[in-house]
């Protein structure tokens, strides 16, 4: 109860600092002189910083109605803040809508497949803190600077506390696979918070130690991270259900559905291999080679 009470404290004073700090910026920043019609409002456009202490990582693949909006929200989650937008595969104008509202945009041809933008992002990223969304979901900046504030307090891993709707007669395979995961990992405090679900961030140093390959497979990047000893925590709540679109099915079958539970089995197939086939945990003395087959 203290260490929870110790760590709230802590992210509010690192919140309090980074809010007066904003706001010191946006106060000392030069304004420039604009002629505009009395009918239009002029937008400032905000601009990746050269050395950032944030960077927002942002895979998109023909997001061109939604990109801008998701670019500018991230540009406002800290005074010193870049954007990388991995546009690829993209057949529309998603690459000049993100670098027209201020992010630096990585241009691929082909598509990398589902969630390999984001080891691409991380691996050009310069910042302390790596904050990682979707190009089709647009999330206010206030909702995002939580996960910025609890990294640079001192968590390695600051997860979306979204646990997805378990009310149900039947919850969906992909909530199950995430508690479940989380509950072998010995880290059911956690319950259906996953690397999966944006948005989320990453330190530096659960960078270094980790690797960027890894993050093309979420749920694994999460077990490697438990199993490493980093400080993984929740520590806000973004109801991202309500903004996920909903995806054609393929033969009644959700594709993307089929790809994540196959992340959450290969971050199985791993924690066993590293744990051995109980996961750590003990088998009361039973002696199973005795036992006639």
């Known amino acids: 109860m203290q260490r929870r009470m110790k ?8 919140y309090r600092i980074m809010r007066r700090r904003y706001r010191q910026a946006a106060k000392s920043a030069a304004r420039p002189k604009m002629r505009f019609n009395t009918k239009l409002q002029a937008r400032r456009v905000l601009r990746s910083d050269a050395v950032p202490v944030v ?3 942002i895979p998109a693949m023909n997001e061109q109605k939604t990109i801008a909006a998701v670019v500018r929200e991230a540009l406002r989650v800290h005074p010193s803040c870049e954007v990388i937008v991995v546009a690829n595969g993209c057949r529309d104008r998603t690459a000049e ?3 027209s509202a201020g992010a630096r ?4 041809e082909q598509p990398l497949g589902h969630d390999a933008g984001r080891s691409v992002g991380t691996q050009a990223a310069r910042g302390q803190v790596m904050l990682y969304l979707d190009g089709d979901m647009p ?11 609890a990294v640079l307090g001192g968590v390695d891993v600051a997860l979306n506390r979204y646990n997805g709707p378990v009310r149900l007669r039947q919850a969906h395979p992909v909530v199950q696979a995430k508690h479940a995961l989380n509950t072998l990992l010995r880290r059911p405090d956690l319950q259906g918070a996953s690397l999966t679900a944006v948005p989320h961030a990453l330190s530096r140093r659960a ?9 093309s497979v979420p749920p694994l990047a999460l077990a490697q991270a438990v199993v490493a000893g980093l400080r993984v925590e929740t520590v806000h709540e973004v109801p991202v259900g309500r903004l996920n679109r909903r995806r054609a099915k393929v033969d009644g079958i959700d594709p993307l559905q089929q790809v994540v539970l196959t992340d959450h089995i290969q971050a199985v197939n791993w924690y066993l291999s590293e744990t051995g086939p109980r996961g750590g945990r003990t088998d009361l003395g039973r002696e199973r080679k005795r036992v006639r087959r």
């Open 7 to 14: 760590r709230r404290i802590t992210y509010r004073r690192s």
């Open 139 to 149: 999330i206010k900046a206030p909702q995002l600077r939580p996960f910025a504030v």
């Open 207 to 215: 960078i270094d130690l980790l690797g960027t390959e890894c993050l």
């Open 97 to 99: 809508a993100a670098e």
């Open 105 to 108: 945009v990585l241009r691929y």
């Open 55 to 57: 960077s927002v990582i």
